[in-house]
């Protein structure tokens, strides 16, 4: 959970720009997937990219892998802060697309960012990659983004992102 929201400017923030914002501060993300009618829930460690896909690891014999094997469609929240009697407002971000299994490596620095947020040993990216350690890396591309924000947003907190 993240304590702060962005500093604000003179300017309306805009739900895609706060996002973005929330996105890049926030950690963690609780994955939804399904299969078979069966649903499950985890939460995983994400690094977002500049087209607000999420990145992640996880082990293909996860019930959650197992489960994007075969059915890419994947929901995901990410709670960026919660009321307190302080802080009496909520921001969260849900999203809804589809998960695939990307493999050993990212492209590009998308490895190196990851690897960055989540404060792991760099050494996690030759480890993926040479087998040593068995998790691979996986892709949520969303296909609906909606920001709850009742700090900037109070008459309506439930903000749309236009994607694309």
């Not at 923030?13 to 950690?27: D, S, V």
Request: charged share 20%; net charge negative; with cysteine.
């Amino acid at each position: 959970m993240c304590s702060e929201a962005p500093a604000t400017t003179a300017k309306v923030m805009q739900p895609e720009e706060l996002t973005r914002q929330y996105l890049e501060q926030a950690k963690v993300m609780q994955l939804a997937t399904s299969l078979s009618d069966q649903s499950w829930a985890c939460t995983v460690h994400y690094y977002s990219d500049a087209d607000l896909n999420l990145y992640w690891i996880s082990t293909k014999e996860r019930e959650h892998s197992k489960h994007i094997a075969q059915n890419p469609n994947v929901a995901a929240a990410v709670l960026v802060h919660l009321n307190t009697p302080e802080e009496r407002y909520i921001i969260g971000i849900s999203v809804q697309g589809k998960a695939e299994l990307i493999g050993e490596q990212l492209p590009g620095d998308l490895g190196q960012n990851y690897i960055q947020k989540t404060g792991r040993d760099p050494s996690l990216l030759s480890d993926i990659a040479s087998g040593k350690n068995p998790h691979k890396f996986y892709r949520l591309t969303p296909s609906k983004i909606v920001l709850f924000d009742s700090k900037y947003f109070r008459d309506n907190p439930r903000q749309e992102v236009v994607l694309g």
